[in-house]
């Protein structure tokens, strides 16, 4: 089972701020690395698909890089909806496994 | 747009079966375009992938559940469902089900809570 380790855990931020997220694979998993969102007492919600790839109707702010082990979600100037736990996904073996998760509070 | 929504029981006793169904809509749970998943996330805690089946029947369970967990396919009633037995207080969780084309979970279910206790 590949294992994704996210950090930080948590983030306070202010808005308008930057964040970045990093999540590292335990092996190589390519480009097959996602990214979603999920607030309080919602489902998650995709944001970047296979590391860098933008998702329709994703604010422009949101942005993913990276290949192989190494992946980073980045959110320029924070906004005070950007308030959720992030989290890492891969899709490269099964069975499929998340991150534990980043939350991202706003100061 | 592929919609989904959970429905089963959201008590359930020690020892006994979970099943929960997902009821698809918006798009064809028989064209082979999607993987069916279900994934559960604890109170308070991260996410965890259960399995998925294909519209074929064929399926992939998570090792780590493998030996209680029973997804099936009903393509006539455009649903998919999870059957874990056994269960016991570890198993209290939001269960959701989602689709995946190509891999990532593009959409999700609302999810819907099932607590495990006498």
């Known amino acids: 089972e590949i294992v994704l380790t996210q950090s930080p855990d948590f983030q306070s931020v202010t808005p308008k701020e930057k964040v970045t997220i990093t999540c590292r694979a335990s092996?190589?998993?390519?480009?097959?690395l996602h990214w979603y969102h999920q607030k309080p007492d919602q489902s998650p919600k995709l944001l970047i698909k296979?590391?860098?790839q933008s998702i329709s109707g994703v604010p422009s702010r949101f942005s993913g890089s990276g290949y192989g082990t190494d992946f980073t979600l980045t959110i320029n100037s924070l906004e005070a909806e950007d308030a959720a736990t992030y989290y890492c996904h891969q899709s490269s073996s099964l069975p499929q496994t998340f991150g534990q998760g980043t939350k991202v509070e706003i100061k | 747009q592929v919609q989904l929504q959970e429905s089963g029981p959201g008590l359930v006793k020690p020892s006994q079966t979970l099943s929960l169904t997902c009821t698809v809509s918006g798009g064809s749970i028989s064209s082979g375009d999607y993987y069916w998943s279900w994934i559960r996330q604890p109170p308070g805690k991260g996410l965890e992938w259960i399995g998925y089946?294909?519209?074929?029947?064929?399926?992939f369970y998570n090792p780590s559940l493998k030996s209680r967990v029973t997804i099936s396919i009903d393509t006539a009633k455009i649903q998919f469902s999870l059957r874990l037995s056994s269960v016991t207080a570890a198993d209290t969780a939001v269960y959701f089900c989602?689709?995946?084309?190509?891999?990532?979970?593009?959409?999700w279910g609302q999810g819907t809570l099932v607590t495990v206790s006498s």
């Open positions: 296979f590391a860098s």
């Open positions: 089946i294909y519209y074929s029947g064929s399926t």
């Open positions: 092996q190589s998993i390519g480009s097959s």
């Open positions: 989602a689709s995946s084309g190509s891999g990532l979970f593009d959409h």
